[in-house]
């Protein structure tokens, strides 16, 4: 063999260790290739493109690429439409928009999960009650939140806290103005087991709440007075006449309390039924001439004495009726209550 030819044969050796190798590093500098490969070989099932699609996405993911993990995967949803997994893949969508910042966006993407996809399975959890449960965070709309709190409370009763979204949805349609629908909700929310201890984050007392509600909706509402000045003239003159007869009459009929200060209106013992006359008879009560300088255009308070040699003072409490559901009483005035003592 010539020498000619033993050198030809050197740099075509060298020139295919050089190829292959050239070709290997690429594909090490691109993992995702034969993914990418396999994704397109039309024999593939659905399960084995779900763990594919989710190895590219975590590839993107641990690179903190968003931007092209969101191109793959609407791009991929787009050009298959059938593929049962979607809902699962736009839902990481909206979630990269989410952890981004875009709210207006992850939205979107949870709204037309629910709208347009059916619903799946992922590790037990179902993808729609995901996307209700982040756009009840996010969504600002008080129709499209009664929307949610419904769709999950018809829909997946045995997924959520049926209590609390019953009470969540009853405040929604408060905010719409629906009052009926309001008030059904809070009854609802009432004939749950677990209402009179269940504690919801950011709705304190809410049995107290809803209780309230019902109960004036549900009574004869004739002890209001349309204003704060014939409230306090006509209290001041029954206890000036004696009349307890009329100062019982008086007080509200629902939910009136008694209590110390220090003590919570939702206490067991700060509901109490009692005749004023039990306390008032023989004995001579007196009243500020005005109502206390902390009395402001919704509340207001009438220090009075005379009531017991244990507490002598007691500040009667007034105020406004918020019930909007009945226009006849709201805005007008009730005597609520009973402070013993003196102002902490």
């Given amino acids: 063999m ?32 034969d993914l990418f490969n396999l994704l397109e070989d039309p024999a593939i099932s659905s399960e084995s493109k779900f ?37 699962y893949w736009l839902l990481l ?12 966006v992850a939205e979107y993407y949870f709204d037309r999960i629910i709208q347009n996809y059916e619903d799946l399975l992922i590790k037990g959890k179902s993808v729609h009650v995901v ?16 929307g949610y709190f419904n769709r999950l409370i018809s829909q997946y009763p045995k997924d959520v806290n049926i209590t609390e979204l019953y009470m969540r949805l009853a405040m929604e349609y408060e905010a719409l103005g629906d009052w009926e629908q309001a008030l059904k909700t809070y009854s609802s929310f009432l004939d749950q087991p677990d209402a009179t201890t269940i504690q919801i984050p950011g709705i304190p007392e809410a049995y107290s709440k809803a209780k309230k509600l019902i109960d004036l909706n ?12 014939a409230l306090a003239k006509a ?20 939910n009136f309390f008694a209590m110390s200060w220090k003590q919570d209106e ?10 004023m006359g039990d306390y008032g008879r023989g004995n001579r009560i007196r009243f500020s001439a005005e109502l206390d300088e902390s009395s402001n255009p919704n509340e207001a308070y009438l220090r009075t004495t005379g009531w017991s040699r244990y507490i002598s003072v007691w500040y009667l409490y007034f105020r406004k009726v918020n019930f909007p559901l009945d226009p006849e009483i709201h805005g007008r005035w009730e005597w609520a209550g009973i402070y013993f003592g003196e102002k902490l």
């Fill in 2 to 33: 010539s020498n000619v030819t033993k050198l030809s044969r050197f740099f075509l050796c060298v020139y295919i260790f050089c190829f292959f190798s050239c070709s290997h590093r690429a594909q090490e500098a691109n993992p995702q290739h």
């Fill in 51 to 87: 763990s594919i699609i989710n190895q590219i996405a975590s590839h993107y993911k641990n690179q903190n690429n968003s931007t092209d993990l969101i191109l793959f995967l609407t791009d991929y949803v787009e050009k298959h439409p059938s593929d049962p997994y979607n809902a």
């Fill in 93 to 104: 969508t909206a979630h990269i928009y989410l952890e981004n910042g875009a709210e207006n």
């Fill in 131 to 146: 996307c209700l449960e982040n756009l009840l965070k996010i969504s600002t709309s008080a129709e499209h939140r009664s």
């Fill in 218 to 229: 549900n009574s004869a509402k004739d002890w209001t007075f349309d204003s704060l000045e």
């Fill in 235 to 254: 209290v001041k003159d029954a206890i000036s006449r004696n009349n307890f007869t009329a100062l019982d009459r008086y007080r509200s009929k629902v």
């Fill in 266 to 275: 939702t206490d067991d013992n700060s509901q109490k039924s009692f005749s």
